[in-house]
């Protein structure tokens, strides 16, 4: 499989639950990032990871908790989530090379997420 | 803050009509910028980049954008559309110098091509 993965494709949960959603890069990128996605809303960045540290928290709520195993993968654990927390969550890489404001993004095709 | 504005929500066009999406970018400083591309049922993908030189930039697909610093505008072109061309479109900026990969993104424009 090439490019970026993210699993699963679509989500529904409670409130209450707690779900992690899941990137993985063939690409052999040293960033990631995770966006947010909202109806008639811009893209909105909110986590960046370099060399698995974290390098940005675009002021997320703790609800949403990022984790960086290793380069290749991305998580997002979720709890306790609100209904307007409901869109589409992206995952992006890039291959840092030493000028980031330049580097292409390869994003994935995103996890739908429903929150009743 | 920066912000993009795309101002087209959505452009219906013809094949082999000219097309010209409009991007202005909030930000006074160096600038680095983006058009994506999302087709119908695909990942967002990158389309072209300005960074630095000659301001009329080629990218996949024919297309093209011009930078106007004096109008902080990075316009996306193609001459001539085809059916294929149908998806929506991303403007990005990042602000040079500034966080890993903080691209500012546009509302998007979705381009509808009637055969």
């Known amino acids: 499989e090439t490019g970026v993965t993210q699993t699963p494709r679509h989500l529904v949960m409670g409130m209450t639950n707690k779900k992690s959603l899941k990137c993985e890069q063939h690409?052999?990128?040293?960033?990631m990032y995770w966006y947010k996605q909202s109806a008639k809303k811009p893209l909105e960045l909110m986590f960046v990871?370099?060399?698995?540290?974290?390098?940005e928290n675009n002021s997320v709520p703790s609800r949403f908790s990022p984790e960086c195993p290793n380069s290749s993968h991305l998580f997002l654990h979720l709890h306790t989530l609100q209904p307007e927390d409901s869109a589409l969550y992206l995952c992006?890489?890039?291959?840092?090379?030493?000028?980031?404001?330049?580097?292409?993004?390869?994003f994935g095709p995103g996890t739908r997420l429903t929150v009743l | 803050a920066q912000s993009v504005s795309q101002h087209n929500h959505h452009v219906i066009l013809s094949e082999a009509a000219s097309l010209e999406l409009g991007c202005n970018y909030s930000?006074?400083?160096?600038?680095?910028l983006f058009w994506y591309v999302q087709y119908p049922g695909q990942h967002l993908q990158l389309l072209l980049k300005?960074?630095?030189?000659?301001?009329l930039v080629k990218g996949i697909k024919g297309f093209e954008a011009e930078f106007i610093k004096s109008k902080f505008s990075f316009n996306l072109r193609k001459p001539s559309v085809q059916w294929s061309d149908t998806a929506e479109y991303f403007c990005?900026?990042?602000?040079?110098?500034?966080?890993?990969?903080?691209?500012?993104f546009g509302k998007g424009t979705k381009l509808s091509v009637k055969p």
């Open positions: 930000y006074g400083g160096t600038v680095n």
């Open positions: 300005y960074f630095s030189g000659d301001p």
């Open positions: 690409l052999g990128h040293n960033a």
């Open positions: 990871y370099n060399f698995k540290e974290q390098t």
């Open positions: 990005a900026v990042n602000a040079g110098g500034g966080s890993q990969g903080n691209l500012i």
């Open positions: 992006a890489s890039s291959q840092d090379t030493g000028t980031p404001s330049t580097d292409t993004q390869y």
